[in-house]
């Protein structure tokens, strides 16, 4: 979904590249007031590890192959705001490095995908989030945050080509039906990845609250009533607020740069 130049017009890539700066600016604002210091080097961590996961194609049983975006997975465990940063942060090295996406399109890219697909994840993680508890809601709501991210940034993609060019220069409506259909099934990979990568954390996390605690959440206090293991009282912003899954983020870090099948980690709030 990497736009190059000369797919877009220079006035939609200047009005996108003006909506991306406006929307990093709060971003990096949010980031920098909200997050505690230890966030700052797991930033760099998520976007290191999304790089390399966007690296890796999936194909779909089409001519056509799938990569994951990540702004979901970067927003669930970074919050939003440092999700977008993250995401925004990936697609200027690839840009830069491999060419990955044109210089004048970099704006409509991180608009897209680092912008409308992670706040458009974040919004529907949240949404369902909030009706269904517990782990199985967090990986459920994560899936289908992931799978409504990819749609989103085909449907932005959609919307910036339809007003780059005249309506009798291309079929725009195959262009929209061949977007919808393969990004569709992208997004499945998106959701199985996220699934996937959200249970090994939340497994690691409920082990290290039992070691930890003797099967005691880890912020019981004398004269609460006891929890189960497993039972989330309470749902922090971000996976840098559960307390034992830091530990899984940096075995997860080392194990994508010396695997090239690695995929990126996320990490929910409960």
Same mark, same amino acid.
């Given at each position: 979904m990497h736009i190059p130049d000369g797919f877009l017009s220079p006035a939609v890539c200047l009005g996108t590249g003006l909506l991306a700066a406006g929307t990093? =600016?709060?971003?990096?604002?949010?980031?920098?007031?909200?997050?505690?210091?230890?966030t700052v080097p797991l930033t760099g961590m998520v976007a290191a590890l999304v790089f390399a996961g966007q690296m890796v194609n999936f194909p779909i049983g089409l001519p056509v192959s799938g990569h994951?975006?990540?702004? =979901?997975?970067?927003?669930?465990?970074?919050?939003?705001?440092g999700g977008c940063v993250a995401i925004s942060l990936v697609l200027f090295v690839q840009m830069a490095l491999f060419s990955d996406g044109g210089w004048l399109s970099y704006g409509a890219n991180v608009f897209n995908m680092g912008i409308v697909g992670t706040?458009?994840?974040w919004a529907i993680f949240q949404a369902i989030r909030c009706r269904i508890p517990g782990p199985r809601g967090i990986l459920l709501a994560a899936m289908a945050g992931a799978w409504g991210s990819v749609m989103a940034a085909a449907a932005a993609f959609g919307v910036e080509f339809v007003l780059s060019h005249p309506a009798d220069q291309f079929n725009l409506r195959l262009i929209w039906v061949l977007m919808a259909s393969f990004h569709s099934l992208i997004g499945v990979g998106e959701a199985l990845i996220t699934g996937l990568v959200l249970s090994v954390v939340l497994a690691h996390r409920h082990r290290a609250q039992v070691r930890a605690t003797g099967g005691l959440p880890l912020d019981h206090r004398p004269g609460q009533p006891i929890h189960r293991a497993g039972k989330y009282r309470s749902r922090p912003r971000n996976l840098v607020e559960m307390p034992g899954a830091i530990s899984p983020l940096g075995m997860g870090a080392s194990a994508l740069l010396v695997s090239p099948g690695g995929h990126e980690f996320p990490g929910p709030p409960r």
């Open positions: 990093l =600016t709060v971003a990096f604002r949010k980031v920098r007031h909200s997050l505690a210091s230890r994951l975006l990540g702004g =979901t997975l970067a927003a669930v465990l970074l919050g939003p705001w706040l458009g994840g």
